[in-house]
C-alpha cells in the first residue's frame, strides 16, 4: 500500500525528532524527496558554481528526474522510518560483550579474537573522510587504545580502501568565510594525526584497495601495512593545491629516501602495491583472491601474542620519534592552512565538483 499524505505528514515529525544528526549526505535525500513529493520534478533554475549548498540541494533534487509524486512519498516515509527504527544508524555489526556501544554512522568497528576492526564504511563515496568520519576514527581510536584488544586494525569497507579527505568538506563554508574554515580544519587535522602519533597498541593498515590522499601519508604512522594486489597509493597533493600531511613529509623520506617520496607526495606520482613494498611503504603484498584469508590468519595468530608486551614494545620504538613527529604535524598543518586558502587549492576543488555535476 502506497504512503498516504498523513503518512508523509507524521514522517516530515518524526524527522524532527531523530535523536541523531543523519548527517549530510541523507538530509540532501531526505529534501530532495519532499521537493519532489511536494512539487514534482526540479524546476528552478540552476544555482551558480559558488552557490555551494543550493547546488547540492539543486543536483539531489535534479537526479530524482520524473519520478512520480506518490513514488517521493513512499521512498521518504520509508527513508524516514529506517532512520527511526535504527537508533545507531549505520552499525552493521552486532555488539560483542568486549565492544564499547558503537553507533558510528560513517564506520563499522567490531572486537574479536583479541582484534579491534575499524572498517570505513562509505563505500559509495570510496571511502572519503568526511568531517563527521573524522571525528568518528578519533573517537574509535580512543576506545580501541583502552579495550582489551592486542591490535588495531584499520581497513575499508567495498572497493576502495580510503579516497582520502572528502573534497566536499570545504564546501561548507561557515560565516567567517574560508579564513575560518581552513583554521577549523587545520585543528582537525592536527587533533585526527595526534591520534595516530599517540597510539598506543600496535596499528595495522589492511589495505583492502586504492588508498588516495591522507589515508595513503598515515600509513607511515602504522606498525605493519598489508595490502591486496589491488590495492594503490596515490598523494595528488600538487594538483590539489595541496601540500603532505600525517608527517609524510619526514616519515616518507625516512622510510623511502628523499627523491622517492619527491616522486610520491610533490609530483603525484601512483605506486602499485608491488612498488609500494618495494619502497617500505607496505610491509607484504597478498593476492586479492587470498588477501583476506591470509592476512586475518596472520593477525590473529599475532593477536595471541602478550597484549601488554605488544604495547611496551611499541611504545619503545615510538618513543625516540613521538615529539618529532608532533613537530612535523603542527607544522605541515600550518602550511595547509595557508594552501586551502590559496586559488590553486580553491580551482582544484571547484573543478572536482564540477565534474561531479558534469558541468
Ligand atoms: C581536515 C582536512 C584534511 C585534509 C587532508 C587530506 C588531503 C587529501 O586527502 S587529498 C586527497 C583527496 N582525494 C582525492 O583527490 C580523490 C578524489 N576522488 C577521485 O579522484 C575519484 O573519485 C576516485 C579516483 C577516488 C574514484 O574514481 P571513480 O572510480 O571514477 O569513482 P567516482 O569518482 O565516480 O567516485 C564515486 C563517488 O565517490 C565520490 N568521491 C570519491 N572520492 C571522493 C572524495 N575524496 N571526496 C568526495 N567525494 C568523493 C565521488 O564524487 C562519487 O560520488 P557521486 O558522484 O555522488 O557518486
Known amino acids: ?21 543523519p548527517g549530510n549526505e541523507v538530509k540532501l535525500k531526505l529534501y530532495a524527496l519532499y521537493k519532489q513529493a511536494t512539487e514534482g520534478p526540479c524546476n528552478v533554475p540552476k544555482p551558480g558554481v559558488f552557490d555551494l549548498v543550493n547546488k547540492a540541494k539543486w543536483d539531489a533534487w535534479s537526479t530524482l528526474g520524473n519520478l512520480p509524486k506518490d513514488s517521493a512519498r513512499q ?39 583479541g582484534i579491534t576492526k575499524i572498517m570505513f564504511n562509505r563505500p559509495t563515496k570510496k571511502n572519503a573522510i568526511s568531517t563527521r568520519m573524522y571525528e568518528e576514527i578519533m573517537l574509535a581510536l580512543k576506545a580501541a587504545s583502552e579495550d582489551k584488544s592486542a591490535l588495531t586494525v584499520l581497513t575499508g569497507i567495498g572497493d576502495y580502501y580510503c579516497s582520502g579527505n572528502d573534497l566536499t568538506n570545504f564546501t561548507d563554508i561557515p560565516p567567517g568565510g574560508v579564513e575560518e ?15 595516530f602519533i599517540d597510539f598506543p597498541k600496535p596499528l595495522i593498515a589492511v589495505v583492502n584497495g ?9 600509513l607511515g604512522l602504522f606498525d605493519a601495512v598489508y595490502a591486496s594486489d589491488r590495492a594503490t597509493f596515490h598523494t595528488p597533493f600538487s594538483a590539489l593545491g595541496q601540500s603532505p600531511e600525517g608527517c609524510s613529509s619526514y616519515t616518507f623520506p625516512k622510510i623511502m629516501g628523499s627523491a622517492k617520496a619527491t616522486e610520491m607526495l610533490v609530483f603525484g606520482k601512483k605506486l602499485t602495491a608491488g612498488e ?28 595471541k601474542l602478550p597484549a601488554n608486551t605488544l604495547r611496551v614494545s611499541k611504545n619503545i620504538i615510538r618513543s625516540r620519534e613521538r615529539e618529532k ?15 586551502w586558502q590559496s586559488e590553486d587549492c580553491m580551482n582544484a576543488i571547484m573543478n572536482f565538483l564540477s565534474r561531479k555535476a558534469k558541468l
Not at 500500500?1 to 541523531?20: C, G, H, I, T
Not at 574554515?181 to 591520534?195: D, G, M, W, Y
Not at 586504492?210 to 598515515?218: K, M, Y
Open 325 to 339: 613527529l608532533r613537530a612535523v604535524n603542527a607544522e605541515e598543518c600550518i602550511t595547509l592552512e595557508e594552501r
Open 210 to 218: 586504492p588508498a588516495v590522499g591522507i589515508s595513503v601519508t598515515l
Open 276 to 303: 609500494a613494498c618495494a619502497q617500505g611503504l607496505v610491509t607484504e603484498v597478498f593476492p586479492d583472491s587470498t588477501f583476506q584469508r591470509e592476512v586475518w590468519t596472520r593477525l590473529k595468530a599475532y593477536a
Open 181 to 195: 574554515k581552513a583554521k577549523s580544519s587545520h585543528i582537525l587535522l592536527r587533533n585526527f594525526v595526534q591520534c
Open 1 to 21: 500500500m502506497r504512503a498516504s499524505q498523513k503518512d508523509f505528514e507524521d514522517a516530515m515529525n518524526q524527522v524532527k525528532l531523530l535523536k541523531k544528526d
Open 75 to 113: 521512498n521518504y516515509v520509508d527513508l524516514v522510518s529506517s532512520l527511526s527504527s535504527s537508533p545507531e544508524p549505520s552499525s552493521q555489526v552486532e555488539p560483542r560483550a568486549d565492544e564499547k556501544p558503537a553507533g558510528y554512522e560513517t564506520l563499522v568497528v567490531t572486537s574479536e579474537d
